[in-house]
């Protein structure tokens, strides 16, 4: 029984003769928490694109929950969760509007969208904003709530592009609970980030360095193949060489 969610052969993508994505081969397992590292520019967010049917890819071999990013990329869409780099969520709605009208949107029917939305505003303690405009809310907030919604539908996998990107640690933190209790739920987490110390809560990691993996693997092998005491200190060696 094939356990792979993600798998990729020479993936590349090309803007002219810019080369964002260089020839890139990995895989990612059913549940699993997947860190996919590098410095702004390294090509995360363009990889991210083309596996998560935004980004049609310029060569090279990819499929996402079992279908292929050139033939199906509707199909992909339909069986992910997505987060974007940028906040995502409208402002101009109330935090219930939100999460029913992205909840219609993943085509939850009414009956289920109710319990769903009882549940979110329950786990995320906010039943006394539930009627607030999204914008009165902290940026902390408007995150983890961005997080649940992309989970809403029970997706196969869900891709987070730099989620607690500006968030306060503690924030940071009480957002990696999250990923852990989806992933415990069977949701396959698939998450950029350029925090290293964030590695450290990932199965296994990748480091993009100028458009290829420089390095796959669980960040206390990597420390040892690198002879380093942090993933920071990796990727400085790696960004260096």
């Known amino acids: 029984m094939n356990t792979r969610i993600i798998e990729t052969e020479k993936l590349t993508k090309k803007f002219g003769k810019f080369i964002a994505v260089n020839e890139i081969t990995f895989s990612v397992d059913k549940g699993e928490i997947f860190g996919f590292l590098g410095a702004n520019g390294a090509g995360k967010t363009t990889a991210m694109k083309m596996l998560s049917g935004l980004l049609s890819p310029t060569s090279g071999k990819a499929s996402v929950a079992g279908f292929d990013v050139y033939k199906q990329p509707e199909k992909i869409k339909q069986n992910i969760g997505y987060m974007s780099q940028r906040f995502s969520l409208y402002e101009d709605l109330t935090v219930l509007e939100n999460i029913k009208f992205y909840g219609g949107i993943y085509g939850l029917d009414s009956k289920k969208l109710k319990s769903k939305s009882e549940y979110l505003i329950d786990l995320l303690e ?8 999204l ?19 029970e997706p196969k996998i869900v891709f987070l592009d730099e989620p607690t990107s500006g968030v306060d640690p503690v924030t940071r933190r009480q957002f990696w609970n999250m990923i852990y209790r989806a992933a415990n739920d069977g949701v396959t987490v698939f998450v950029t980030t350029h925090y290293m110390d964030e590695a450290e809560y990932c199965g296994r990691i990748s480091m993009m360095v100028d458009g290829k993996i420089a390095a796959l693997d669980s960040t206390e092998n990597l420390k040892k193949q690198f002879n380093a005491d942090t993933i920071n200190d990796v990727f400085l060696k790696l960004a260096r060489n």
Request: aromatic share 8%; hydrophobic share 50%; net charge positive.
């Open 126 to 133: 906010i039943r006394e904003m539930k009627n607030k405009l």
């Open 135 to 153: 914008n009165s809310l902290p940026l902390g907030w408007k995150q983890k709530l961005a997080f649940s919604i992309a989970v809403i539908h």
